[in-house]
């Protein structure tokens, strides 16, 4: 697997963004996740966004984190956010999520981010698994999400 950064708004990311927002439909009934993103929120230093492309140079799996600062919903300072994480079906059990995830946890740590926070849901339970497995553990509900009662979120201190 190849895994390159990409702009959020680069044709492969749109595709797999329409991927993932499809799944999300069927497993809630609400037409996607509804959080605002922008694609600059992923323009390094602040954020990154990366695709990993299979050996027929496919794009397969997304991920990206973006910084958050404290606000009004929730966040605290030094958060980058987890935000797209996908692998397309036919890829799946590769470890290529837990491949992007460090990748983006090493490239959050490098731009100086605290903490790697997500949120996700109840009816995703292989991300919850994935995310508890790397060192996660529940934290304050933030987000676009955080009164929703499926909402769970989930934060790792990055280090240095």
Known sequence: MNIRRVPFDHPDAVKLNDEVQAEYHVRYGDGGDATPLDPTDFEPPNGVFLIAYDEYDSPVATGGWRAQDANDEGNRDGDAEL????????????????????????????????????????????????????????????????????????AKPLGS
């Open 83 to 154: 935000k797209r994480m996908f692998v397309v079906a036919s890829a799946r059990g590769l470890g290529l999520a837990r491949r992007i995830l460090a990748a983006l946890e090493e490239d959050a740590r490098a731009a100086g981010r605290a903490r790697m926070v997500l949120e996700t849901g109840l009816k995703q339970p292989e991300a919850i698994a994935l995310y508890t497995s790397s060192g996660y553990e529940p934290c304050e509900k933030f987000g676009y999400y955080r009164f929703h009662e499926s909402s769970r979120c989930f």
